[in-house]
């Protein structure tokens, strides 16, 4: 019965990519013992489904088992990029740092760190900002290299995952 639900989803989340039926929250991420320090914040995706909106418990465990997770992760840079280069004349001069939070398969994605290096080109972001990837392992190597950002990468194991140490390889 879950895998059959599971499989719902597989034509649910590339409707939902395709027609924009996902959306993001910038959540702050505000130090208790600094609360002056430069600006963090953390971007969540979630599903709309009519007049709901799910939780990424409901659909990313679907979207993990069948291998959808680079086109959601794909999706999620692409719209951060899109919703930061319009505002960032107003929040530039406050070095915020924007969390992403992506997928251990696109780490392993063939073409996941041109796709990085390319969709951030196309957008007026100033050279040194920090975008940064909690992921599980290590991200892409090189991917610094010919950046608008500086791409920070933090280690995360959630759920009840066992560690896969061939990230960090």
Not at 131 to 147: H, M, R, T, V, Y
Not at 156 to 168: E, N
Request: proline share 6%.
């Amino acid at each position: 019965v879950r895998r059959s639900a599971e499989v719902e989803w597989i034509g649910r989340i590339q409707n939902a990519i395709r027609d924009d039926e996902f959306e993001l929250y910038c959540q702050p991420v505000v130090p208790l013992a600094d609360p002056t320090a430069s600006p963090h914040f953390e971007i969540l995706i979630r599903l709309r489904d009519g007049q709901k909106v799910l939780s990424p418990a409901e659909f990313l465990p679907a979207a993990e088992r069948y291998q959808l997770m680079p086109q959601i992760d794909r999706w999620v840079i692409r719209k951060s990029l899109l919703a930061l280069g319009s505002t960032w004349a107003a929040i530039a001069n406050q070095d915020p740092v924007f969390c992403l939070n992506l997928s251990g398969q696109s780490l392993t994605n063939t073409g996941f760190q041109a796709f990085v290096l390319v969709i951030q080109l196309g957008f007026r972001i100033s050279q040194g900002r920090e975008l940064a990837f909690p992921l599980l392992g290590k991200l892409i190597e090189g991917l610094n290299q010919g950046s608008q950002f500086v791409f920070l990468v933090a280690l995360a194991v959630k759920g009840k995952t066992t560690f896969p140490f061939f990230y960090l390889q």
